[in-house]
């Protein structure tokens, strides 16, 4: 008894750490991707790009993660996960140390594309630690801490640095010292999941095991993922889209571009809450039933945005992230009911591939709708694609049934 106790806490203990340094991944990580949106406007004004080069230099970034999402997972079955996890941060933060020496379009291009290269690994990967280290009721609340942490990231870097440069400090010695922190940290994730025994190469399996191991792809119901397939691409497309051109919507409506930023960083406030919060209401209310209310309240929210008088608007930001962001939470965590545990990392290489091609999408689609008819416009369009969710929702619902979730 007082063994299996024991156990127990080690188990607890472990599984902590794991949930620890999965999350500080995904804090920097989507910390120095977000940080993205908030350099482009200055950017745009320093190197003189247009809304469709910033459109184009989002996309690449995306496009270079989406080439090698599904891959990880496949490559995470041979190396492990936690060599991949330092590798793409180590990436990312020389993609950063490169784009501080930009002095053209091509320059950005090219270490944005190399960011987004190193940025490939982090989501499918440790998404897949933290469901092979809970099980049962405490996996969607982890997933669900886990995209919070990101959030959280999000939040402190591109708040970060909207202060410095609020400050007077130079756009290129923070983003070179941004990129430091990326190499910092690849080496860290290497000591922690060493020490929590998690994220190695896995061992080699007898030919008895082989033969139990599940085939294909693990998937137990093709109508289910098909269902949050469709509403996590429209998701993404907005969360990604909005996030972008917010803070070109402020600055014509009047907000000094040291204040444009806010508009990011306020928004991903709401994000934090968001992420955090429904993944329990996810598990209080049933998957279906509260995405439905989260996507409805994100549609208003959007609206009320686009109406409001820009200090208003401000003030809405926080509330429209909670909404916004906070459905992938249930959506991404959705993934380990509808596939097998040994197939999961390619399930969570799935769903983020198609968020990234969603995101390549956003960044080109909603760039040439604000080039050509304005970003009001843009902001209509997105609330209209959420909308179009609410319609895919009863056939996950039926999906999910199928699946056993």
Sequence with gaps: ???????????????????????GVHAVQDGLSSTV????????????????????????????????????????????????????????GL??????????????LFSLSLAGVGAAFQHTLSSAVIAAAFEG??????????NAAGDVGKLAMTGLFTLLIGLGVGWRAVTFGYGVIGIVLAILVIVLLTRAAIGGPPRRLDPGETAAQPLGWGLRSRRAFMGLTAINFLDTMVQ?????FVAFLMIERGAPLGLAGLAVVLTLAGGVVGKFCCGFLARRM???PSL?????LTVASILAVVAAPIETAYLLLPLLGVFLQGSSSITYATVADIFDGARQARGFSLIY?????????????????????????????????????????????????????
């Design 1 to 23: 008894m007082a063994m299996a106790e024991t156990q127990m806490q080690a188990d607890r203990r472990r599984a902590g750490l794991v949930l620890g340094a999965c999350s």
């Design 37 to 92: 949106n908030v350099l482009l406007p200055i950017l745009a004004q320093s190197l003189g790009l247009s809304y469709a080069q910033v459109g184009v230099v989002k996309a690449a970034n995306l496009v270079a993660m989406g080439v090698l999402e599904i891959p990880s997972g496949f490559m995470s079955e041979r190396w492990g996960a936690r060599i991949l996890l330092a590798f793409g941060l180590a990436v990312v």
């Design 95 to 108: 993609g950063y140390l490169w784009l501080a020496q930009a002095a053209g379009f091509s320059t950005v």
């Design 137 to 146: 009721p405490g996996r969607r609340p982890a997933l669900g801490t886990y």
């Design 240 to 244: 990604s889209g909005f996030l972008t």
């Design 286 to 288: 049933g998957i279906v």
């Design 292 to 296: 439905v209310l989260v996507e409805v």
């Design 353 to 405: 591939t198609t968020s990234t091609i969603a995101a390549i999408v956003a960044a080109l689609a909603f760039g040439l709708i604000s080039e050509t008819f304005g970003l009001e416009a843009t902001m209509l369009t997105m609330a209209g694609l959420i909308a179009a969710t609410l319609v895919i929702c009863p056939a996950l619902g039926r999906g999910l049934a199928e699946a056993g979730a």
